[in-house]
T-cell receptor, first 109, second 113 residues
Framework: EDQVTQSPEALRLQEGESSSLNCSYT??????LFWYRQDPGKGPEFLFT???AGEEKEKERLKATLTKKESFLHITAPKPEDSATYLC??????????FGKGTRLHILP | KAGVTQTPRYLIKTRGQQVTLSCSPI?????VSWYQQTPGQGLQFLFE???????NKGNFPGRFSGRQFSNSRSEMNVSTLELGDSALYLC????????????FGPGTRLTVL
């Protein structure tokens, strides 16, 4: 069964304290690994798509990487406005998109 | 370019009633997917429509149904509402071709009393 697991469930960091969020996946014939950011009461906001192992993408303080079993979202020197829930999702061979339950990130000023 | 819009944003219904939610995709996008989001289960895929046809379906009961119109706008219907149907219902649009990305709307918050 296709599955996406994110860890940790919640993470509290001090402003400027870098860290990584993990997304482990078992998705048949992975056709894309997606990262989204979701603020309370809002829809997910697209961040990155990764397609093959070894691929990396960056946007401001965020960097996403992909291996054959995992993806990481690295946050460098985070600011309070980076506080949100970060969602990971994989697209399977039959075009279904499976989401993880997310990591709630809280950056303390 | 306008984003994905969903109406209404909030709904309160009672058990046994039915509800219809609407989604307008990004202009030019032909695929619309629907998701249910709850604190316990996270985001769960309901179904996807592409060019007015259901292309994919998740594991939800038949009370959940949808349709797509020729202008790509989509509606989702839930009949005989249950308390457990209270959730944020999200719509996402994409081009529907190959390795594309889904863009989400703000969601409809449904509360069933």
């Amino acid at each position: 069964e296709d599955q996406v697991t994110q860890s940790p469930e919640a993470l509290r960091l001090q402003e400027g304290e870098s860290s990584s969020l993990n997304c482990s996946y078992t998705v048949s014939g992975l056709r894309g690994l997606f990262w989204y950011r979701q603020d309370p009461g809002k829809g997910p906001e697209f961040l990155f798509t990764l397609y093959s192992a070894g691929e990396e993408k960056e946007k401001e303080r965020l960097k996403a990487t992909l291996t054959k079993k995992e993806s990481f979202l690295h946050i460098t020197a985070p600011k309070p406005e980076d506080s949100a829930t970060y969602l990971c999702a994989g697209r399977s061979r039959d075009d279904k998109i499976i989401f993880g339950k997310g990591t709630r990130l809280h950056i303390l000023p | 370019k306008a984003g994905v819009t969903q109406t209404p944003r909030y709904l309160i219904k009672t058990r046994g009633q039915q509800v219809t939610l609407s989604c307008s995709p990004i202009s030019g996008h032909r695929s619309v997917s629907w998701y249910q989001q709850t604190p316990g289960q996270g985001l769960q895929f309901l179904f996807e429509y592409f060019s007015e046809t259901q292309r994919n379906k998740g594991n939800f009961p038949g009370r959940f149904s949808g349709r797509q119109f020729s202008n790509s706008r989509s509606e989702m219907n839930v009949s005989t509402l249950e308390l457990g149907d209270s959730a944020l219902y999200l719509c996402a649009s994409s081009s529907g071709t190959g390795k594309d990305t889904q863009y989400f709307g703000p969601g409809t918050r449904l509360t069933v009393l």
